[in-house]
Each structure stands twice: as C-alpha cells, then as structure tokens.
C-alpha cells in the first residue's frame, strides 16, 4: 500500500486512463494548471489536444463535452464549482441526462463531469453548496461522492468507464486528506455501499466530508458502549438501498447525515426508504442532520455551526440508542 492525497488519487487515474483511452479528453477551465489543484502535469504528459482549456462559459464547454461523448470521444469536464451548474443547467438537464433515452439508445454519452462541493473553506454561499441531491434528483444521471483517495480513484475509474453520463461531486475539503491507496487501483463498482464501520446499535449513513465527522462521532460513542455502524453509500444513483435496509435491519435505528439541502435532500429520502421499507426493524423514529435550510454564510464562525459536527451527530445517535419505540 502506498499513500496519496485525494487530489494525488483523483489525477492518478485521470492518468491512467487517459494512457489506457486514446478517446478521453479533459475539458474545462484552467485544467493545464489545475486550478483546483487536482489536473496539473497532465498536459505534459498527454498534451494540449487532449487536455484542453475553455473559457469561462460553463454552458459552453458542457454543451462541447455533450456533443463530444455524442459522437466519439469520452470527455471528463471539470466544473470548478458546482454551484455554477445553473449556468449550463439547461445541457445538463435536458441534454446530458435525456439524449440517450429520447435517441432510444441511439445516442450514447460516457461522459463524466467533475465538480466540487462542500462548505467549510470560507467561500461563501456562491462556492460551497453541496447539489448531489439536485443531480441525484434528475432521472438519467448517475451521482458519486468519495470520501476517501482510494474511493476517489476507484469510482473515477468506473465512472469513466461507464456508458452513461456521470457526476462525480469532490468535496473540496477533501483533497488534502491522505489515506492508503492500492498499488494497482481498480474500478469501484457504482452502486456498491461501504460499511466504514460495523456496529450493533445504530446506524448512521454518512456521505462525503460527513463520512469523517461520522467516524469522528463513532469513536465517541464506542468510549461509551455503543457502536455505531456507519454506512458510506458512496453513490446516490444507483443508490445500495439493500446495503442501507440490512444495517437497520440489524441495528434498529437509523441516522442520516448529509452536507446536502435539509428539504428534499438525501436524508430525507433516505429516512423515507427506511421508513416505507424497514418500519417494522425500527426501535426508535429515525433521525437526520444537515445544516439549516439557508444558504451557506461566509462568517466563519457562522458557516462552522452551519455546518453538520460530530457533537451534534454524538448527542443524536445517544439519544437514539436511549429511547425506543
């Protein structure tokens, strides 16, 4: 096992794909330099055909990214935040997610768009909102969150490699975190949940950065007897729901913690599932913490409380395990 960053794991299967794929191109603003960190030196090594800047029209160079997986290629389009996808949402809405369906499968697009999300670096409410409920929302589109170097280069990897058109949303809080990798990485297939950690007594499902604060949480609670077994789907779509029903099935309790929107956002549509499908396991109603339903504020002590903490997800997962029906 070696060690990478999550921006070190995310550019080396950029890399090896790219050497494996003569088709695959990198698309987006600043990508030769790699603005965000992750995409530098991959022009030296591919060249400037295949690693391609654009200029500031995110409706532009994602409508160029569609047209291009359209006919041939396989586009990887970097979004340096997600919250600008308003401004290209018309391609990604009714082009990027439909073409395949409305062609009956004569048009095909393995295409993936790279973005990232995430509060926490001070970025204001413009640079930090976490939209994988907004992708996972919209039928036709596939949606990853890693939360691990290794889980990024997996995923990627898959993601590239899918005939579908992709999201994979990079909390930018995340780059800089080191974790194993393997030497030889292999495609992580989408859909397929991770249990982070086995437990007995509750569950709580945890996605992206949240996935850290989960951990966190857990150790705590362990130092008091209960374990709590977290859940990573890794994915929204195809989402493990079996993964999810089995956890609760043994635990009898479930929390949801999400960076995502409060309403209409993955807790919620998780505590659904589990509410319709595994009621009769449950031992007390499940729980959900995101932040409030507000844009994210730019006062750092402000966007820190915003922000779902392993305080708050300790105090619930306690309360859960104390009560019951």
């Given at each position: 096992m070696r060690e990478m960053t999550m921006a070190e794991a995310i550019c080396a299967a950029l890399d090896a794909e790219m050497a494996r794929e003569p088709r695959l191109v990198l698309i987006g603003e600043d990508v030769r330099i790699g603005a965000m960190g992750v995409t530098g030196g991959l022009v030296a090594r591919h060249g400037p055909d295949r690693v391609i800047d654009m200029p500031i029209s995110e409706s532009a160079f994602i409508g160029a990214a569609i047209g291009a997986a359209a006919t041939g290629l396989i586009p990887v389009v970097e979004l340096m935040f997600a919250d600008f996808v308003g401004v290209a949402f018309d391609a990604v809405l009714n082009q990027m997610a439909k073409l395949r369906y409305m062609t009956g499968g004569q048009v095909r697009l393995p295409l993936v768009l790279r973005t990232t999300i995430g509060a926490g670096d001070r970025a204001a409410a413009q640079h930090s909102q976490s939209l994988h409920h907004l992708f996972t929302s919209i039928p036709g589109l596939k949606c990853v969150l890693p939360a691990t170097p290794a889980d990024a280069c997996g995923l990627l990897l898959a993601a590239i490699r899918d005939p579908d058109p992709v999201i994979v949303c990079e909390h930018k809080m995340l780059y800089s975190l080191r974790g194993p990798m393997p030497e030889t990485p292999e495609p992580i297939p989408l859909g397929r949940a991770c249990i982070v950690r086995p437990g007995r007594d509750v569950t709580v499902v945890a996605f992206a950065a949240m996935v850290h604060r989960a951990t966190e949480a857990a150790a705590r609670l362990a130092a008091e007897g209960i374990e709590a077994?977290?859940?990573?789907?890794?994915?929204?779509?195809?989402?493990?729901?079996?993964?999810?029903?089995?956890?609760?099935a043994r635990t009898g309790r479930l929390l949801v913690v999400d960076e995502g929107a409060a309403r209409c956002g993955m807790a919620a549509d998780i505590v659904a599932l589990v509410s319709a499908r595994a009621f009769d396991a449950l031992k007390a109603p499940p729980a959900a913490i995101t932040p409030p339903h507000t844009p994210v504020p730019f006062a750092p002590e402000l966007e820190d409380a915003w922000l779902p903490h392993a305080d708050a997800i300790t105090v619930t997962a306690r309360r859960l395990c104390a009560g019951g029906r």
């Open positions: 077994e977290i859940i990573d789907p890794r994915t929204t779509v195809p989402l493990d729901e079996s993964a999810i029903l089995a956890s609760v």
